[in-house]
């Protein structure tokens, strides 16, 4: 059974590119979660959806950001115009519907504007 | 808002010696979740060990422990005979019982065993 998969390891993006990170949630997992590890601090929330629907984005960025879990395909995360500040691993976690076993968390995407 | 705090930003133990990790939080809610997750230099992230509010009996997982003091809102990670691969970079994290897994993290303490 597959872990969550999220590629690409790396992005390098120069300043104004768009950048798509993408998640395959873990099988059977019908919840996708975004977070933001910003270098030296621990994980931001972002985003968090189900299948078709945005469930909660309070985590977002107003502008620029934007995220989908399509009926079929991974779960996209886009940043448009990128600048330096974007520069961040981003993660991305799945969980089945019932909490009690937590989060599990694919190897995240570097991302690095320059 | 729920708010999570670590205030050890780096610590040092020799192999298999014994740590304590700290970790506060802050929250209003009654029932709800506790975690410790594990970061390596590979940057996956790792659950450690998890903490239901509801339960008195604190949470153990092989060389793992947590002490958890619901009314002080304390919940430490000890980490017993330290090895080598416990080297990480280790976050206190905590959700409510709400609604879904919204988790909020602490800023992380790094932990390095010397050998």
């Known amino acids: 059974n597959a872990g969550v998969m999220q590629n690409p390891r790396h992005l390098v993006r120069r300043r104004g590119q768009e950048a798509r990170l993408r998640c395959s949630p873990m099988?059977?997992?019908?919840?996708v979660y975004w977070y933001r590890q910003l270098p030296e601090e621990g994980l931001k929330f972002m985003v968090y959806?189900?299948?078709?629907?945005?469930?909660?984005e309070s985590g977002m960025p107003k502008e620029r950001f934007s995220a989908e879990f399509p009926k079929e395909g991974p779960s996209i995360l886009r940043i448009q115009q990128v600048v330096r500040g974007d520069s961040a691993a981003y993660f991305c976690?799945?969980?089945?519907?019932?909490?009690?076993?937590?989060?599990?968390f694919g190897s995240g995407t570097r991302l690095t504007v320059v | 808002a729920q708010t999570v705090t670590q205030s050890q930003p780096e610590m040092s133990v020799q192999e298999a010696e014994t740590v304590t990790l700290s970790c506060t939080y802050d929250t209003s809610e009654s029932n709800y979740y506790l975690f410790w997750y594990k970061q390596p230099p590979s940057r996956q992230m790792i659950l450690v060990i998890r903490q239901e509010a509801y339960k008195q009996q604190n949470a153990t997982e092989n060389r793992f422990s947590v002490n958890f003091q619901k009314a002080a809102k304390s919940f430490s990670l000890k980490i017993s005979d330290s090895q080598l691969g416990d080297t990480a970079m280790y976050f206190c994290a905590f959700t409510d019982s709400g609604g879904y897994q919204k988790v909020t993290f602490g800023t992380g303490t790094k932990l390095q065993v010397i050998p």
């Open positions: 976690a799945s969980s089945p519907r019932d909490r009690l076993y937590g989060y599990t």
């Open positions: 099988k059977g997992h019908s919840h």
């Open positions: 959806l189900q299948k078709e629907n945005i469930i909660d």
